[in-house]
T-cell receptor, first 114, second 116 residues
Framework: GQQVMQIPQYQHVQEGEDFTTYCNSS?????IQWYKQRPGGHPVFLIQ?????EVKKQKRLTFQFGEAKKNSSLHITATQTTDVGTYFC??????????????FGTGTLLAVQP | DGGITQSPKYLFRKEGQNVTLSCEQN?????MYWYRQDPGQGLRLIYY???????QKGDIAEGYSVSREKKESFPLTVTSAQKNPTAFYLC???????????????FGDGTRLSIL
């Protein structure tokens, strides 16, 4: 089936270090959404990218959509303990017929050591 | 406050028992979804509904059933046919205007289901 792969599965950093998670697909994506799930919590929407090569920033977070629209990245500068959680990418893909549904990536768990 | 309410937060199921998880939203969203999340895993789609009185199977619908009698409500029943039901169940909704909608999804707090 259609899949969106994320790497790494897990990353442990010291507070203040940078962090990047990557999202890859074998097919062209119509869009990329990023979600954050805190431990024990539910996914929360962060941002959506739709244009080839698009870059968006939210404070210390930088989101990028590849030129070929087959990959995306989320970069966190100078991590803080509040950044702990699992980061998921997701994309709207055709789910049979005319229906497009959101397919989630496998997620990257970020641990930040104070 | 608008949002999605899931209940209960924790649920225990006995062998051979059906249990129903509640999901209610007051966001006036057309589309609603049920996902299953296993420890350290991503989200897998169980069922989704784009409109009242209509729903479709997702990737892992076997052993589950849903109904959408009201726009606000999308309950999920975990039947005895689901042999490994222990998981974190998340309900979500989105405005979903049209088949090509790219609307983000809003999630409830989830229900943790365990086997007794």
């Amino acid at each position: 089936g259609q899949q969106v792969m994320q790497i790494p599965q897990y990353q442990h950093v010291q507070e203040g270090e940078d962090f990047t998670t990557y999202c890859n697909s074998s097919t062209t994506l119509s869009n990329i959404q990023w979600y954050k799930q805190r431990p024990g919590g539910h996914p929360v929407f962060l941002i959506q990218l739709v244009k080839s090569g698009e870059v968006k920033k939210q404070k210390r977070l930088t989101f990028q959509f590849g030129e070929a629209k087959k990959n995306s990245s989320l970069h966190i500068t100078a991590t803080q303990t509040t950044d702990v959680g699992t980061y998921f990418c997701a994309s709207t893909m055709n789910y049979g017929g005319a229906t497009n549904k959101l397919i989630f990536g496998t997620g990257t768990l970020l641990a930040v050591q104070p | 406050d608008g949002g999605i309410t899931q209940s209960p937060k924790y649920l225990f199921r006995k062998e051979g028992q059906n249990v129903t998880l509640s999901c209610e939203q007051n966001l006036n969203h057309d589309a609603m979804y049920w996902y299953r999340q296993d420890p350290g895993q991503g989200l897998r789609l169980i069922y989704y509904s784009q409109i009242v009185n209509d729903f479709q199977k997702g990737d892992i619908a076997e052993g589950y059933s849903v109904s959408r009698e009201k726009k606000e409500s999308f309950p999920l029943t975990v039947t005895s046919a689901q042999k490994n039901p222990t998981a974190f169940y998340l309900c979500a909704s989105s405005p979903e205007r049209g088949h090509n909608s790219n609307q983000p999804q809003h999630f409830g707090d989830g229900t943790r289901l365990s086997i007794l």
